[in-house]
Structure formats: structure tokens, C-alpha cells
T-cell receptor, first 115, second 114 residues
Framework: GAGVSQSPSNKVTEKGKDVELRCDPISGHTALYWYRQRLGQGLEFLIYFQGNSAPDKSGLPSDRFSAERTGESVSTLTIQRTQQEDSAVYLC?????????????FGPGTRLTVT | KNQVEQSPQSLIILEGKNCTLQ??????????LRWYKQDTGRGPVSLTIMTFSENTKSNGRYTATLDADTKQSSLHITASQLSDSASYIC?????????????FGDGTTLTVKP
């Protein structure tokens, strides 16, 4: 079946602009995650959605970052007033449930470049 | 604080040779440990998963080991191929109140040369 998809695959934006990144999880997956991966570095947790529970936003680096998820489907990550330090690959993953029990399946990522 | 440390940071080997990647963690209470392979420009893909009671798991030429007492894991790659060139990421998940998040290592970048 279809995997996790993300759009756009690449985004170049000017400093100060807002951007929206989209993630379509695998159908039926109740859990959805956003990660940030800077060049040459590991994955940095941003936010976690699990079903209808309140999302875990503990990884969001500032109030310029926000994310929403419609039910158990599409999610959007919004970065307001982008800064050059926001340049990174943003990865989305989904799973049937918590990672303590279920594997996370990753999308191909969105490469964001802030000029 | 939950941490996952991987070594070496990078590794270059010749095609056909074997190699072993290391992962040390302090995540508690432990639930499982996964090794992921991330090709350049792609999302990570799971290779193996190990729970507390398992000490070895194989997936083709990949063999993972886990010592839950010393909190160490290794990923052994046998008869390496050019396509094994990638970043290998160790990911540890916790039980209980921290079950919603995993802790990721920074990865080991493996380059296989002909």
C-alpha cells in the first residue's frame, strides 16, 4: 500500500516568510510525528499526535512552530517568520500506535531552505 | 535524561568487508531498540527491532545484538555492498509515560568503497 507522503519535497523561502509543510500518513495509523534533521545531524523530535489525545508539543523549538492534524489523517507543520536556522529536512512518520509497541514509517521529507 | 550515543560517527570500508556499529543508551524504562537505515535524501527505514528479552536479531546481512544489562547494542553488517552506504540510526523507545517518544542517536555514516 501507499507509504507516508510529504509535500512539497523541496521548499525555498525568504527569511521572514511563513511556510506550510504537509504530511499524509499511512491510512489507519493513529500516531503521527514530525522531526527536524539538520544537515549531518540526527533527528530532532518536534511534535507527536496520538489519536484524539492532546498532542505532545514538547519538541517544538519556538512559538513560531505549530502543527495541526485533522482527525487521524493529514497533518500540517507551519513555521512562521522563518529564520535561516530553520533550514533543514522536516520528516514526518506515522505508526499504528506508540513507538513502544509499533514501528514508525517515515516519509521522504521536505527539504526547507531559508535564504 | 534519555540519551542514545552511537559510534563511530563515520566509517569507510571496502566492498565485501564486514563492519560493526555501536549504540549505547540510557533510556529508561526500556521498551525496544530499533536500527534504521537512512539513504541520502530519503526517510529512515527500519532494519531490526529488539525487545528486552531478545539478544540477537538478523535481517539478511544485518545482525543486531542487544545487551540490556549494559545497555548496549551493535549492528553487524556482513559482506558489505555499495548499496549499504547510508546513515545507520539507533532508536530507543521507552515504556510508560515516555512511551510516546523515541530517542534517536545521531547515526553512523557508513561509506562502502569498491
Amino acid at each position: 500500500g501507499a507509504g507516508v507522503s510529504q509535500s512539497p519535497s523541496n521548499k525555498v523561502t525568504e527569511k521572514g516568510k511563513d511556510v506550510e509543510l504537509r504530511c499524509d500518513p499511512i491510512s489507519g495509523h493513529t500516531a503521527l510525528y514530525w522531526y527536524r534533521q539538520r544537515l549531518g545531524q540526527g533527528l530532532e523530535f518536534l511534535i507527536y499526535f496520538q489519536g484524539n489525545s492532546a498532542p505532545d508539543k514538547s519538541g517544538l523549538p519556538s512559538d513560531r512552530f505549530s502543527a495541526e492534524r485533522t482527525g487521524e489523517s493529514v497533518s500540517t507543520l507551519t513555521i512562521q517568520r522563518t529564520q535561516q536556522e530553520d533550514s533543514a529536512v522536516y520528516l514526518c512518520a506515522s505508526s499504528l500506535g506508540r513507538p513502544s509497541s509499533y514501528e514508525q514509517y517515515f516519509g521522504p521529507g521536505t527539504r526547507l531552505t531559508v535564504t | 535524561k534519555n540519551q542514545v550515543e552511537q559510534s563511530p560517527q563515520s566509517l569507510i570500508i571496502l566492498e565485501g568487508k564486514n563492519c560493526t556499529l555501536q549504540c549505547n543508551y540510557t533510556v529508561s524504562p526500556f521498551s525496544n531498540l530499533r536500527w534504521y537505515k537512512q539513504d541520502t535524501g530519503r526517510g529512515p527505514v527500519s532494519l531490526t527491532i529488539m525487545t528486552f528479552s531478545e539478544n540477537t536479531k538478523s535481517n539478511g546481512r544485518y545482525t543486531a545484538t542487544l545487551d540490556a544489562d549494559t545497555k548496549q547494542s551493535s549492528l553487524h553488517i556482513t559482506a558489505s555492498q555499495l548499496s549499504d552506504s547510508a546513515s545507520y540510526i539507533c532508536v530507543v523507545s521507552a515504556r510508560g509515560t515516555n512511551a510516546g517518544k523515541s530517542t534517536f542517536g545521531d547515526g553512523t555514516t557508513l561509506t562502502v568503497k569498491p
